[in-house]
Each structure stands twice: as structure tokens, then as C-alpha cells.
T-cell receptor, first 110, second 110 residues
Framework: EDQVTQSPEALRLQEGESSSLNCSYT??????LFWYRQDPGKGPEFLFT???AGEEKEKERLKATLTKKESFLHITAPKPEDSATYLC???????????FGKGTMLLVSP | EAQVTQNPRYLITVTGKKLTVTCSQN?????MSWYRQDPGLGLRQIYY???????DKGDVPEGYKVSRKEKRNFPLILESPSPNQTSLYFC?????????FGEGSWLTVV
């Protein structure tokens, strides 16, 4: 059974204080690992897809990395508008169910 | 503009009264799915469809039905809603590793 564990559950940062969110996973044959951002009451917004260990992707202040057991979402010099819940999900090679972690709620204070 | 549209966005209904939540996408995606999101449990997949007339159960299918008669539409049917189906529901469609979510449907069953 696919499993995704995100840590920490919640993170409070000061504006400009860089940090990382963790996503540990267990999956039988990884097809893709996804990162999403979700604002309260809204649908998840796509950020990145990573396909193989060693892969990295960047977008503005965010950088996602992938190993065989975990993924990190690095946030560099965050701003208050980066406050959201960040979700990680995995899809196994059968291309069916997407398994989500419970998310990390990030709050960036000015 | 790529869109996944759900209706209704908000609904309060009574136990046992059949309801349908519609979902439509304009991206010609073959793969569509439904999720529910509950506090502390994260996003869980209800049903998915890999193409017209092809549907399969996700992690939490009990109490739900779906149909896929056209490529763009994937309605979620609650034949006899119960209070434990009170939740925030998301429809999603995907192609080549990127998944698009709708804005969500808040459903309350009293």
C-alpha cells in the first residue's frame, strides 16, 4: 500500500527565513511525485512533478528535490503570500490512484 | 483557459435525498477523478476514470457512484447521502503528470 508522510504538520516562519518541507513515501514503482499548494477553501494548485531520484525543479522561491525515499520542498526567503498548505502526492506505475499526504501548513509572518 | 468546473459549489441536503455533483473539464483529458478532503485525513480518492465508460474505485468508494458517458463530464452521485459524507469534494482531470483540480464543492448532509 502506498504511503505518504509529510513533516512538519505546521511550520511558522518569519519573512525571509528559509526552510524545507519533507515528504517521505513508500510506493511500489514510482510513476511520479507531485507537489501542490492549497489555499483555504480552494482547490490544490499544481507546483511540480518529479519522476526520478536526483531530479530537481524550481519555480520562483520554491525548489523541489527527489530521492528514492523522500522529497523536499525548499522555500528560499519566503514571503507572506507563500502562506498555504503544501501537499505531496505519489502515483505508482499503474497510473491509477493518487495518494496524498496530509500536508504541511505554512505560515509566513511579515 | 484550462478549467475543471464543479457544481454546485455549496450544498446543504438531508439524509437520503439523492444528489449529483457535476464535473466538467475543457482540456480533452482522458483521466478524471473525484476526491474528498476531511480535516486530519487529507485528500482521499473516491473514484477515477481512465476514459469514457471506464471507471474504477479509489480508496473510499462506499456510498458513491460515478459515470463517464462523455469525455468531458464525470458526475459524482450520492444515491442516499448520510451525515458522514459531509465533506469538501474535488474533481480533477489530468494528462502527462499534471493534475488540475476544480474549486471544490462543500457538501453538508443533515
Amino acid at each position: 500500500e502506498d504511503q505518504v508522510t509529510q513533516s512538519p504538520e505546521a511550520l511558522r516562519l518569519q519573512e525571509g527565513e528559509s526552510s524545507s518541507l519533507n515528504c517521505s513515501y513508500t510506493v511500489s514503482g514510482l510513476r511520479g511525485l507531485f507537489w501542490y499548494r492549497q489555499d483555504p477553501g480552494k482547490g490544490p494548485e499544481f507546483l511540480f512533478t518529479l519522476y526520478s531520484a536526483g531530479e530537481e525543479k524550481e519555480k520562483e522561491r520554491l525548489k523541489a528535490t527527489l530521492t528514492k525515499k523522500e522529497s523536499f520542498l525548499h522555500i528560499t526567503a519566503p514571503k507572506p503570500e507563500d502562506s498555504a498548505t503544501y501537499l505531496c502526492a505519489v502515483q505508482h506505475s499503474g497510473y491509477s490512484t493518487l495518494t496524498f499526504g496530509k500536508g504541511t501548513m505554512l505560515l509566513v509572518s511579515p | 483557459e484550462a478549467q475543471v468546473t464543479q457544481n454546485p459549489r455549496y450544498l446543504i441536503t438531508v439524509t437520503g435525498k439523492k444528489l449529483t455533483v457535476t464535473c466538467s473539464q475543457n482540456m480533452n483529458h482522458e483521466y478524471m477523478s473525484w476526491y474528498r478532503q476531511d480535516p486530519g485525513l487529507g485528500l482521499r480518492q473516491i473514484y477515477y476514470s481512465m476514459n469514457v465508460e471506464v471507471t474504477d474505485k479509489g480508496d473510499v468508494p462506499e456510498g458513491y457512484k460515478v459515470s463517464r458517458k462523455e469525455k468531458r463530464n464525470f458526475p459524482l452521485i450520492l444515491e442516499s447521502p448520510s451525515p458522514n459524507q459531509t465533506s469538501l469534494y474535488f474533481c480533477a482531470s489530468s494528462s502527462y503528470g499534471r493534475i488540475y483540480f476544480g474549486e471544490g464543492s462543500w457538501l453538508t448532509v443533515v
